[in-house]
């Protein structure tokens, strides 16, 4: 079964910052694109930035230059959501999502989402 896991949310002041981790569990061989998004009360999920498999980036407008998404080098399974110059208005549940994957046994798994991990941004 194929899991993705969140953490690093929290609770931060307006300026400071927070690293989100996305790990994908699951006797996984290849990863394509990992990608983070985000819903705030109210309102639907949205993209903030999303990397493919050859580490290319696009970001919402709003994150540009404040976040950075990555993948680790070694376990291209795993990838990160720096957050620097946090607002208020960043205040969500951040989510993982993958868009496909291929397993050990050969089979595709596709549209992965994590559980979301808060991040709260206070003024």
């Known amino acids: 079964q194929v899991q993705l896991v969140e953490s690093g949310g929290g609770l931060v002041q307006a300026g400071g910052s927070l690293r989100l981790s996305c790990v994908a569990s699951?006797?996984?061989?290849?990863?394509?694109?990992i990608a983070w998004y985000r819903q705030r009360p109210g309102e639907e999920r949205e993209l903030v930035a999303v990397?493919?498999?050859?580490?290319?980036?696009?970001y919402k407008d709003s994150a540009k230059g404040r976040f950075t998404i990555s993948r680790d080098s070694a376990a291209k399974n795993t990838a990160y959501l720096q957050m620097n110059n946090l607002k208020p208005d960043d205040t969500a549940v951040y989510y993982c999502?993958?868009?496909?994957?291929?397993?050990?046994?050969?089979?595709?798994?596709?549209?992965?989402w994590g559980r979301g991990t808060q991040v709260t941004v206070t003024s």
């Open positions: 990397i493919n498999s050859v580490d290319s980036t696009n």
């Open positions: 699951g006797n996984i061989v290849y990863v394509n694109s």
């Open positions: 999502y993958v868009d496909r994957v291929r397993l050990e046994d050969g089979y595709v798994k596709l549209e992965i």
